[in-house]
């Protein structure tokens, strides 16, 4: 993984000749890097060392000291600007064309709004999941169109809109997410109802390289692994149309608590 960062800096360096990226994708993946050692080494706290680490660097040091708006609104801008900068990166290798490779690795070991989420005592759902997906299409549409107008009407100061967009955005965000975990006794309701971001991820992460799979040799059909997931995926179906195989955050919940080793990564 630290690998495939320096690869990451070293390609993005190129195209903008910014300095900033180098530093900023090495620190990402030796996060990472971090991170995975200690789960291999069997450190429950270690995933959420990776998502602070991440997390609280991407909020606030480039979100909000950095003043870049990297949120979806800030994607849709600087798109519009024609600015290969910022969320655009930022989008293209975490949103869109990195969950390729590690699927929705994003949403389980670096996204901002998980790193508190995460921390709320409903790690395992503790009820049936609700068909409210819908949200999240209905957000991003309402994301975009929010920006286009901005656009379309001229708005003056906009570099300043995007920031206070990003700040209030997220605020709400947190306080929306904390609500409904605490009200649906799931962590993760947040990413399964309301997250515009997974619009992009889910196509992406069909196709994506890094799956959990099960040995049908050595599964005993025990169900805990689906149980234990905390965002209902049916880790006992190997194939890519899987009951919300597209939300796997790679967790590896399932590969750990597994007793009888059937699930590799």
């Known amino acids: 993984m630290e690998i495939i960062f320096i690869i990451i800096s070293v390609m993005v360096y190129l195209v903008t000749a910014n300095t900033f990226f180098i530093f900023n994708f090495l620190y990402i993946g030796t996060a990472i890097a971090i991170g995975l050692f200690l789960m291999e080494n069997g450190k429950d706290y270690a995933r959420n060392i990776i998502l602070l680490a991440i997390g609280s660097y991407l909020f606030i040091y480039v979100g909000i000291l950095g003043h870049e708006n990297i949120s979806m609104s ?41 790193m508190i989420l ?71 309701a947040f990413c399964k109802y309301v997250c515009p971001i997974t619009v992009f991820l889910k196509i992406s992460s069909y196709f994506s390289l890094l799956r959990v799979k099960v040995d049908d040799d050595k599964c005993i059909d025990c169900g805990k692994c689906i149980k234990e997931c905390p965002m209902d995926v049916d880790m006992l179906d190997n194939s890519r149309k899987r009951t919300n195989g597209t939300e796997c955050i790679l967790c590896l919940r399932c590969v750990h608590g597994c007793k009888k080793d059937a699930l590799k990564f």
């Open 118 to 188: 995460d921390l709320l005592p409903y790690k395992t759902p503790q009820g049936e999941r609700k068909s409210w997906g819908y949200v999240r299409y209905i957000l991003f549409i309402l994301i975009f169109c929010f920006v286009a107008a901005l656009f379309i009407f001229k708005v003056n100061n906009l570099d300043l809109i995007m920031f206070y967009a990003f700040v209030i955005g997220n605020l709400i965000y947190y306080a929306v997410g904390i609500i409904l975990a605490l009200k649906l006794n799931d962590n993760r």
């Open 74 to 114: 800030g994607f849709w801008y600087y798109l519009g600007l024609g600015v290969f900068e910022a969320a655009v990166i930022h989008f293209l290798i975490a949103k869109i064309a990195g969950p390729l490779l590690f699927g929705r690795g994003w949403c389980g070991y670096a996204c901002w709004t998980a």
